[in-house]
């Protein structure tokens, strides 16, 4: 994968989100996938039809991206989110993702902040 590629899946995968094109699952994300909500989600969502079943929320929102890194198979990008509806908020969120030969991803972890959220937790 190079940086283009990279944000070429990134596109397709909001213009999917945006739209809750379910069916797009099947080509950003190999059959198999792992995908993490968070770095300690566990286990993760496994599986296309788990992963079109998290994409069933409909509220709207905007999406900025940028590469950070690229290496080989893995990419990591900068998302900002912007929600809308009756409760907006927003978060940034770095992606981590895995692509197998074709371009599809077979690993996808975020890595999300938001504003109201502290940044460690005590134990």
Do not use: N
């Not at 940086?3 to 596109?11: D, L, N, R, S």
């Not at 198999?32 to 039809?49: E, I, K, Q, V």
């Not at 993702?97 to 134990?123: C, I, L, M, N």
């Amino acid at each position: 994968m190079d940086p283009a590629a990279v944000m070429t899946w990134v596109a397709e995968y909001e213009r999917a989100w945006r739209e809750r094109d379910v069916d797009a699952v099947g080509r950003l994300f190999t059959d198999d996938a792992s995908y993490l909500r968070s770095p300690y989600d566990d286990p993760p969502l496994r599986g296309l039809a788990a992963i079109r079943d998290f994409w069933a929320d409909d509220t709207p929102f905007e999406m900025t991206a940028e590469p950070v890194a690229v290496q080989g198979d893995t990419a990591v990008v900068r998302v900002e989110v912007h929600y809308g509806g009756d409760r907006p908020k927003e978060y940034r969120d770095l992606w981590v993702v895995r692509f197998d030969g074709d371009g599809r991803a077979s690993w996808f972890e975020e890595w999300a902040y938001w504003p109201d959220k502290a940044y460690t937790q005590s134990g």
